[in-house]
């Protein structure tokens, strides 16, 4: 039995240590947002935080995040920034990827909301997305940018 | 709602409707008329319309591009509808393909006239509904965004509709005219973002069911290979696996949860029969593809005596190109759930092929089509590889065999050890020039799969392998189109654009080399080969412009060009490259692209999007794509051997759209084709290289300089 602490609430699993925390989150808890891509940590499409590090949760065993802090794409808020700025661009085409991409851009922003254009790029690029939305996501999150200065 | 017998009854009726030439108002339906309203639309009593959509949401946009045609014409508040994937039946046939399938980029321009159709007799009986409510002509009411008003008086579409359903269909309705769109021309948010960006989007993967079995199945190393023996042994100590057995595409794990299948299949030791294809490595593929160029194929085209003249005139060139195999790549691997019963079987799976899937479950369960749901998820990207239903199937006989609803998965391996490629392909091509640098002969020779034959559909001349070069418009006076056909067992399929993501690459990068040997320039002597077709000669023209064709790149050091027709669409891009030429590595920064579908565009962002990740996916494969084959079988089994494009290599995309006369075009593949000539072009005349092989590594550049 592995305690987790997902997205503000807690979680009791019956699973072994070594499970792959993607497997728990989506199949186990049914949070299926968070995507199976590569179960090698390369497309980024699994991405969750842990105690707010974006985290390739398909090669993390879930046995070493016992009660940390774990925030999937359905702990975002609607109403946070970068949510809203993907809406507003109509970033997604398929959209399998885009959950990952939105946690890993989330992270970004909340300990660099001033991230340059370049570092947004270079961060980004452990992401793939297969519809080729590089071009919005990355418009998306610098109007993020935006709608946070508005805000604070 | 929709009943079972509904729909068994409205099975097989043609379309049999005629759209006039605009300018007339009337429709007259048929007889039999298809649009049978409550099939496709209903409108709750708070006022949602929810419409059932035929084809396969995969990325492309399909739901908001479709049903936002029925609430223009219905005159609909678009934050109410909301969009559902049609189950497999034969109403939701797609009467131009005669099946219900998404793919050769077609929905929008199948479906426009019915949907139209089918919103406006809506309409219809909103308005006769009201009218005999409130005992007032037709003609003096209004119906606009979701109510028809009178005078002081209002009701909402949504209060009418159940007594609009019970009137007769009208056999003649209204179009709007141009003028009157409030959404066409003009587009809508995506229907889809909001569950998408939440993560409450159910792909294929997603679905759960209860008492659910998961299931991961073990391939053969090489294609060809079949189950020879099995020793599950050591894998049925894994705890939660439930059982292991041989289907008909190799070992199934089944067990209750996924890391239990997974770990189980680890276990497991299977031995395989010999494959004909054991020893075939990239080294002997390439050797095979090219003796197949020697051989004898099947004549496709033949225009005056290109070898004749080819023999005796000294301005001229050859080449011989060689192509990989491609994989889809879709970010979403096969997964899909099936549950077989006794008497009923239900599939909820991300396909592009709603009628194949049925079949499938058809011939695997024995049961008759009406004990058969199938359910449309979302697709997590589908490029034509989800059109191949053979994951279902899988699936399909997993369930039957454990009578338990399975979830089947494919890890990344999985995914691209089932093959399905876009197939590889060597082709040989001559031309010749006369004294003015005029194009006189054209020689094309590709050894290439059948795709069609792969997919139930065989022909002479399979259609993908030389579609793009016979049927170009360049006007060209001696002509030869040969297609060898390559029999491996290496399973090839649908891959975005088809046949012309290598056939656009081999013309025209040939036509720059002839212009090169010339030494005119590429525009000027496309223009010349394109005399007499407008609409390919004015994306050539606005391509030129916006990009400031003949002028210095804005970003790079060279520009280059490619031109091509597909999917009913003229593409026309210019990309601005630069080269380092210590590593060979190659950056787009720049890529415009001129667009025509002809003289309507039902929704233009959908549109770029679609001109933007067609660009971005064929880029992809210009420049990182190609699946290798060891010893031992396909060897680039996941990102880190089959990488793809990132955000850091992805250049800025321009769309222009040209605006013409004529049949409405496709969209979701025609921008991939021109983007690796342009960029092969822009090699040729800004570095003096020649890339006759594909994807360009940088290792192989560098050789070339």
């Known amino acids: ?152 | 709602m929709i009943t079972r017998r509904d729909l068994i009854k409205l099975g097989g009726l043609g379309l049999g409707l005629v759209l006039l030439p605009e300018g007339f108002k009337l429709v007259k339906a048929s007889e039999n008329p298809q649009i049978k309203p409550h099939l496709w639309a209903s409108i709750t009593k708070d006022n949602y319309l929810m419409l059932l959509v035929n084809k396969s949401e995969m990325g492309q946009g399909v739901y908001t591009g479709l049903s936002m045609i029925v609430a223009d014409e219905l005159d609909f508040p678009w934050d109410r509808v909301i969009v559902k994937s049609a189950p497999a039946r034969d109403v939701y046939i797609d009467k131009k393909m005669g099946s219900q399938l998404t793919g050769g980029s077609t929905s929008v321009r199948n479906m426009y006239e019915f949907l139209r159709l089918l919103g406006a007799s809506v309409k219809e009986m909103i308005l006769e509904s009201a009218s005999r409510e409130w005992k007032v002509p037709k003609e003096k009411l209004q119906a606009r965004m979701g109510y028809v008003s009178y005078a002081n008086k209002k009701v909402s579409y949504g209060e009418l509709w159940e007594k609009a359903l019970k009137l007769p269909i009208p056999t003649q309705v209204r179009l709007k005219e141009p003028s009157e769109f409030i959404y066409i021309g003009k587009g809508v948010p995506r229907i889809d973002t909001q569950e998408k960006v939440e993560g409450k989007a159910i792909f294929g993967i997603d679905v759960r069911l209860k008492d659910m079995v998961y299931a991961v199945v073990e391939r053969p190393p090489y294609f060809g290979a079949k189950v020879k023996s099995v020793d599950d042994s050591q894998a049925r100590q894994i705890k939660d696996l439930l059982d292991v057995f041989t289907i008909s595409s190799g070992v199934a794990v089944c067990a209750k949860t996924v890391e239990g299948a997974l770990k189980g299949r680890e276990k497991l030791k299977v031995e395989w029969t010999k494959s004909p294809l054991e020893g075939f490595d990239d080294e002997r593929l390439s050797q095979y593809y090219l003796d197949m160029l020697k051989k004898k194929g099947v004549v496709a085209r033949k225009d005056g005596n290109p070898t004749l003249l080819l023999e005796n005139t000294k301005r001229k060139i050859s080449a011989v190109y060689l192509l990989p195999y491609l994989y889809h790549a879709t970010m979403e691997p096969m997964a899909c759930v099936v549950d077989v019963k006794e008497d009923r079987c239900t599939v909820y799976a991300p396909v592009q092929a709603q009628t194949w899937t049925l079949q499938t479950a058809k011939s695997i369960t024995g049961l008759p089509e009406d004990k058969i749901e199938v359910y449309t998820t979302y697709l997590g990207g589908g490029f034509g590889r989800k059109s191949n239903v053979e994951f279902v199937k899988e699936a399909l006989e997993i369930s039957k065999k454990l009578k338990k609803p399975v979830k089947l998965i494919y890890t990344r391996e999985d995914d691209v050890k089932s093959g399905w490629y876009r197939p590889m392909n060597a082709t040989h091509l001559e031309g010749a020039l006369d004294e003015k640098g005029r194009v006189v002969a054209l020689y094309h020779k590709i050894a290439v799969p059948a795709v069609f034959e792969w997919a139930g559909r065989p022909s002479r001349v399979d259609r993908a392998a030389v579609e793009g070069i016979e049927n170009m418009f360049y006007e060209i006076p001696h002509v030869h189109v040969e297609f060898v056909k390559v029999d491996l067992p290496i399973p090839v399929w649908f891959w975005r654009s088809v046949g012309s993501t290598h056939n656009a690459f081999t013309l025209e990068t040939f036509i720059d080399r002839l212009a090169h040997l010339g030494k005119r320039d590429p525009v000027e002597l496309r223009l010349e080969l394109l005399k007499n077709h407008e609409r390919a000669k004015k994306v050539i023209e606005v391509v030129a412009e916006k990009a400031g064709w003949g002028k210095r790149p804005m970003y790079g050091e060279a520009m280059g060009l490619a031109y091509h027709y597909s999917f009913g669409s003229h593409v026309a891009q210019v990309v601005e490259v630069s080269l380092n030429k210590n590593t060979g590595e190659i950056k787009v920064h720049r890529v415009v692209c001129a667009i025509d579908i002809g003289p309507l565009v039902v929704h233009p962002d959908l549109l770029v999007s679609q001109v933007e990740s067609a660009v971005i996916m064929g880029l992809s494969a210009t420049l990182k794509e190609k699946v290798s084959f060891s010893k031992n079988g396909p060897s680039s089994l996941n990102f880190d051997t089959y990488p793809i494009l990132t955000m850091a290599e992805a250049p800025q995309v321009e769309v222009h759209i040209v605006k013409s006369d004529g049949p409405m075009g496709g969209v979701g593949e025609p921008a991939l084709p021109p983007v690796a000539p342009a960029v092969a072009n822009a090699l040729l005349w800004g570095y003096g290289i020649q890339i006759n092989n594909l994807p360009m590594a940088p290792e192989v550049i560098k050789s070339l300089l």
């Open chain 1, 1 to 152: 039995m592995v305690e987790l602490y997902l997205n503000g609430r807690h979680y009791k699993v019956d699973v072994e240590e070594d499970t792959p925390l993607l497997w728990v989150i989506r199949e186990h808890i049914g949070l299926t947002g968070t995507k199976f891509g590569c179960g090698k940590g390369i497309c980024g499409a699994c991405t969750v935080l842990v105690e707010e590090n974006p985290t390739r949760s398909c090669i993390t065993p879930v046995g070493s995040v016992k009660g940390k802090r774990i925030i999937t794409i359905e702990g975002i808020p609607s109403y946070h920034p970068v949510k809203r700025a993907w809406i507003e661009l109509d970033v997604p085409q398929c959209g399998y990827c885009q959950p990952g991409q939105i946690v890993e851009a989330y992270a970004l922003l909340n300990k660099n909301p001033r991230a340059s254009k370049e570092e947004i790029i270079s961060v980004m690029s452990s992401h793939l997305c297969r519809c080729g939305t590089y071009g919005r996501i990355l418009k998306a999150i610098q109007r993020a940018q935006k709608l946070m200065e508005v805000k604070a």
